[in-house]
């Protein structure tokens, strides 16, 4: 176990996050999207810290081949990557049909001020974080939204299990 996991060895049990009270209970499929190595290394520790497993791609393109072939429960998103941004690629993902087309995406980014959360939710995103990343405020958009994500789906007929 890494030092920096060991950092969450007394965080509280499944179903009881500090961050909002909700947690899913169900180890959740993550994708994490980002062009830097730390961010990957870093968000990858925080996901499994909570019990999580997180796939990681390093671009637009690679996501989009892994959201074809694999439901995720939840997707974060670097905003800022090279060739194709974490803008466009979620505009490609909404617009084709498939396992991931309204599967939660969280944007994150180190620009804090260039958009707002409703500019973000109009681009397909359900929530940003700012990076540096807040373990805190990044497992409470991703409970949130998974928890959104969940209810949509019992309404709509398909029951989920957490």
Known sequence: ??????????????????????EPRRQLKVLHVDDE?????VVKEIMSAFGHGAEQAWSGAEALERL???HYD???MDIHMPEMSGIETVARLRALEGPNQETPV????????????????????ADFVTKPILVSRLMSAVNKAVLVDSAR?????MAVGF
């Open 1 to 22: 176990m890494s030092s920096f996991t060991e950092r969450f060895a007394s965080r509280p049990e499944p179903g009881a996050c500090e961050a909002d009270g909700l």
């Open 37 to 41: 190595a730390m961010n990957l290394v």
């Open 68 to 70: 074809a072939r694999r």
């Open 74 to 76: 939840v997707v974060l």
């Open 106 to 125: 969280i944007a994150l980014t180190a620009d804090a001020f260039t958009r707002t959360l409703p500019e973000y939710l109009s681009l397909g995103f």
């Open 153 to 157: 789906l019992f309404q709509g007929g």
